[in-house]
């Protein structure tokens, strides 16, 4: 997966740290509870903020242990306790896992292309069981990539056009909840978010897009290079995290509210900024104290 929706762990109280570890680590534990160990392997940072706006908005997470898989020989781990929630972010995690694959299979280079096949097939029992759980889900992801291709295919442009199938597909991953005010906020948040994501991507793959001759909508809509537009492109991706931060002013995520407040406001701005400096964005230390620079 992506892997840029991640906290900025020095500005946020101890506690809420921890509770960030342990929505990952619980993530993790249901994804492997529920599709195997292979599918673990496609854990993402992303959909661990799913999993946060999807859980109880209690004043305090409520944890359990588990065991880590690269860890075995340690002392089991704090991690949220199951919850439909997280069994709904987990399932939602490999169908995107599973997608985003195949995808890659299309795009990308001849062994790029060789090990997206083999991981796909690898993962395809986890997927099929997660498509029976979020058939509409499944659905969604094969329609918006479907529209993506499409834009693709006629070299769009517009970055609104083309972000927007992405934005789709992860705005669908909250499930409706019978409250309109929630469902729309959540709904809100995760578009923005997901507009974020693709064109942060489109910037991170600029070189390999260049050189290869692959659709990048960076590319197309500046073709006298997107590094010379380098802030207005900073300036529309500062404006989607503004429309999320908008949609969770009108959210009451409990305990959770600083921990997405702060992905949003510190976490996302650092790592745009590590990557328009041109820095590689290091795995969050979940297992330690220190995070990424």
Not at 25 to 40: Q, V
Not at 151 to 174: R, V
Not at 223 to 234: K, N, Q
Request: charged share 25%.
């Amino acid at each position: 997966m992506f892997g840029y929706v991640r906290p900025f762990h020095r500005d946020m109280k101890i506690w809420e740290w921890e509770g960030y570890r342990a929505a990952y680590c619980g993530l993790c534990d249901t994804i492997g509870r529920r599709h195997g160990l292979p599918a673990r392997m496609f854990l993402s940072y992303d959909f661990t903020l799913l999993a946060m706006l999807l859980l109880p908005p209690t004043p305090r997470p409520e944890l359990g242990k588990c065991r880590c898989p690269a860890r075995l020989w340690c002392r089991k781990k704090p991690c949220i306790s199951p919850a439909p929630g997280m069994d709904t972010a987990a399932d939602e995690s490999v169908i995107l896992a599973y997608w985003k694959l195949r995808d890659s299979v299309a795009d990308e280079g001849f062994w790029k292309r060789q090990w997206a096949r083999i991981a796909a097939l690898v993962i395809s029992p986890a997927y099929r069981r997660a498509e029976r759980t979020c058939p509409a889900y499944a659905q969604t992801v094969r329609e918006c990539l479907g529209q993506l291709r499409a834009l693709e295919m006629e070299n769009c442009a517009s970055l609104d056009q083309s972000a927007d199938p992405f934005a789709c597909m992860l705005q669908a991953a909250a499930p409706a909840t019978g409250n309109p005010r929630q469902d729309r906020a959540v709904g809100q948040l995760l578009y923005h978010v997901g507009r974020w994501i693709y064109l942060i991507d489109a910037w991170d793959d600029l070189e390999d897009d260049r050189t290869q001759g692959n659709y990048n909508p960076l590319l197309v809509r500046f073709p006298d290079g997107p590094e010379g537009h380098r802030e207005e492109v900073a300036a529309t991706l500062r404006h989607s995290l503004r429309l999320a931060g908008s949609a969770l002013a009108l959210l009451d995520l409990g305990g959770w509210q600083g921990v997405v407040e702060n992905i949003l406001t510190a976490g996302l701005p650092a790592v745009q900024n590590a990557i328009f400096n041109g820095r590689k964005l290091a795995p969050v230390r979940c297992f330690g104290t220190e995070n990424w620079h």
